[in-house]
């Protein structure tokens, strides 16, 4: 069975700050979604997580338990070729295991930040031995570890993704679905056509067509065919609401939380009704 849940990084407004960091703890974040929302599962941006002591591990479970709140999966972005690689890695592989105390049962990662056409032979190969490290601790951790289809990554168009699954071995990795053009319906049903097998954890941002963040029932995209293709080839993954109306502002303080969350939820419930009329099981 599927399960929707909400991405973590929709709520921090600092997501895209240099250097990355936070600007709400995770623990805090609970109360307004359990309050505000329907979801009963989260998906946890990596620096929502970083950082915390076992103590604050520990503290932040019990909290999760006590709200109902579950943590699917990690969030992860980690380099894998050059001189940040192998800090970078090893920090991945620390959160890797945090995510497992907390009780995730999949790692979703960027497949490096360089681009597949431009990226040199040695870091290609560095990457690859990065990433097979990768999935070892993850399923060290009994964790699944899938590629998010992303500009700038190895998984950046089908054919640098599919060699890279090869070169790791297949079935070795899953595949995190997410349009590569939000403003082309056709072109994002027909990869993911392609991909639907490998696919076991699917990114929903609404978009307009000049890439405003909006309501996932008024994007271009045909999320009732996209979640069709998916229930026929068998999907029992994660929907995760990445992104959502409202959530970018010009400086943190600005940020709305009461009303991003209100807008999430109604991207959950569109998400709900429509699955379910495509033939997806949740729970």
């Not at 993704?161 to 082309?184: I, K, N």
Request: net charge negative; aromatic share 6%; glycine share 8%.
């Amino acid at each position: 069975m599927a399960r929707i849940v909400l991405n973590t990084v929709a709520l921090d407004p600092l997501r895209w700050a240099n250097p990355k960091r936070r600007f709400f703890e995770l623990v805090d974040l609970i109360e307004p979604i359990t309050a505000a929302t329907g979801f009963g599962g989260l998906e946890v941006w990596q620096y929502h997580l970083s950082g915390l002591s076992a103590d604050e591990l520990a503290d932040l479970k019990a909290r999760l338990d006590v709200a109902g709140l579950s943590v699917e999966v990690l969030g992860l972005y980690p380099s894998l070729a050059g001189p940040t690689a192998a800090s970078s890695v090893a920090e991945a592989a620390h959160l890797m295991a945090a995510a497992s105390t907390l009780g995730a049962h999949s790692v979703k990662i960027f497949v490096g930040d360089q681009a597949s056409e431009t990226i040199s032979d040695d870091h290609w190969h560095e990457s690859l031995r990065h990433l097979d490290e990768l999935i070892r601790v993850a399923d060290e951790h009994g964790l699944k570890l899938d590629g998010e289809t992303h500009q700038n990554t190895l998984f950046d168009d089908l054919l640098s993704l599919e060699h890279t699954v090869a070169a790791v071995g297949e079935g070795r990795m899953g595949v995190c679905f997410q349009p590569y053009d939000f403003s082309d319906s056709h072109g994002t049903i027909e990869v993911l056509r392609k991909l639907a097998p490998d696919v076991r954890h699917v990114h929903f941002q609404g978009r307009t067509r000049d890439g405003v963040f909006c309501l996932l029932e008024d994007a271009p995209i045909d999320y009732r065919r996209l979640l069709g293709i998916l229930a026929r080839s068998g999907f029992d993954g994660t929907l995760s609401v990445e992104f959502v109306k409202d959530c970018v502002v010009d400086s943190p303080e600005k940020m709305d939380l009461s009303l991003v969350l209100a807008n999430a939820e109604k991207d959950r419930q569109y998400l709900a009704r429509v699955a379910t009329e495509a033939g997806l099981t949740l729970r």
